[in-house]
């Protein structure tokens, strides 16, 4: 897969195509730390190769959108999500330290940060990792934005703006982007409605939400927006839909659900409201698309938390958080690199499900132990001078290579 779609990519040299390749392959074929030094000891590559290279540019978004189209359905619902992710890093000299927030910690620790964006398949539930982008440091988010107080929210609609323009062609029909409530904020979200598409997201569970419906009034002065306020914990202020099943804590639970069409003071324009109750408990989502219907927009933002898979996948299994490299260049080559190993990884493992025609939950520990086996074989029995193919036609030679593999 990997080598198929460096063919497909134009303006690559042969260099830099074997280079890729075997980058790639080594990422998800090797044990121990992702970095120069171990990649070293791994492959057919010095440790310096690796460090020249990576100071090369590379259009990731390109190579991973090629390699998605192995498995991309258009008649699938696809969402594109958004998030941020904190990596631990030191050295005085690394570009973007500082002060990061850190959500498995609950506080901001010394680290750098990254953007991620994602194409996610609804129906399946699978996230493909489409492309990382790291968060400068603030005096160039200042003239990055060119306003002096910017901050890193104005970062996240400038990335999202021009990530967006690349995305809107290579997926025109996927039109909602799924985002967690930290960016349900009237700039970001209007980044994204200016582009034609729509948001999903989560608002506060005490949001600021007016009715649309009003009386009309005739004479001079500018029209009302809104009406009155509406009170989230009222279920008469929001029409009720049906009591539906889903997950909560691996359990199916009974909520009730309700909708409304409102005006949210915090993103400052109508929107479509969907309210979850549980057991006195309330959960408010939200799109700026109002021909989606309450499930639909619970099965997005349900969808949003694939990306956190990816997320995780990639500092266990992909090296993530383990660049050895301290500039600009190598930093974002390390974490595309790890994100497009974990995505070839993926649609390999999608393509094997729909090709024998069953399922089982993706496993990134079993494909890693697997690749590792298949080349440590390989490089035995070519040391010993054994004829490969006779090698690999033994029944024995698919044992060897799944030791270690979860079985379902």
């Known amino acids: 897969l990997v080598y198929e779609t460096l063919q497909k990519m134009v303006g690559l040299t042969k260099p830099q195509r074997k280079f890729m390749g075997i980058l790639l392959e080594t990422i998800v074929g090797m044990l121990g730390r992702v970095n120069f030094a171990n990649m070293g000891r791994q492959s057919p590559f010095n440790e310096k190769t690796f460090s020249r290279n990576f100071a090369k540019s590379f259009d990731y978004l390109i190579f991973n959108s090629i390699a998605i189209e192995q498995v991309y359905t258009p008649t699938k619902r696809y969402v594109l999500g958004f998030d941020q992710v904190f990596i631990p890093k030191t050295g005085k000299g690394t570009y973007g330290l500082g002060k990061v927030w850190n959500g498995?910690?609950?506080?901001?620790?010394?680290?750098?940060?990254?953007?991620?964006?994602?194409?996610?398949?609804?129906?399946?539930?699978?996230?493909?990792?489409?492309?990382?982008?790291?968060?400068?440091?603030?005096?160039?988010?200042?003239?990055l934005v060119n306003h002096p107080n910017a901050t890193r929210m104005d970062y996240y609609t400038h990335i999202m703006h021009e990530q967006m323009l690349r995305l809107k062609a290579i997926y025109p029909a996927v039109k909602h982007i799924v985002v967690d409530a930290f960016f349900a904020t009237n700039k970001f979200v209007e980044v994204v409605t200016n582009a034609n598409n729509h948001i999903v997201t989560k608002l506060r569970s005490n949001a600021n939400l007016r009715s649309l419906k009003f009386e009309k009034i005739t004479g001079r002065g500018r029209p009302k927006k809104y009406g009155s306020k509406l009170d989230v914990k009222n279920d008469n202020d929001f029409k009720y839909i049906d009591e539906i099943t889903i997950i909560i804590n691996n359990r199916p639970r009974k909520v009730s659900l309700f909708v409304s069409d409102c005006y949210s003071m915090a993103l400052k324009r109508s929107v479509r409201v969907v309210r979850i109750k549980y057991k006195g408990a309330i959960t408010i989502l939200c799109s700026t698309d109002y021909e989606l219907s309450p499930q639909e927009i619970i099965e997005m933002y349900r969808s949003r938390f694939q990306i956190e898979f990816s997320f995780r996948d990639a500092k266990q299994y992909t090296g993530f958080t383990e660049c050895q490299a301290r500039s600009k260049q190598k930093i974002h080559h390390h974490l595309n690199a790890s994100f497009s190993a974990l995505l070839c990884t993926k649609i390999e493992d999608v393509k094997k499900q729909q090709n024998q025609n069953y399922k089982r939950p993706f496993s990134m520990a079993s494909y890693k132990r697997q690749k590792h086996n298949e080349i440590s074989i390989n490089r035995i029995f070519s040391s010993y001078g054994f004829d490969p193919n006779l090698i690999k036609s033994h029944p024995g030679t698919k044992n060897l290579i799944e030791y270690g593999v979860i079985r379902y």
């Open 104 to 143: 498995s910690g609950g506080c901001a620790e010394n680290g750098i940060e990254a953007s991620g964006f994602a194409l996610i398949d609804v129906e399946s539930r699978i996230s493909y990792p489409l492309y990382a982008a790291q968060t400068p440091p603030s005096d160039e988010i200042v003239t």
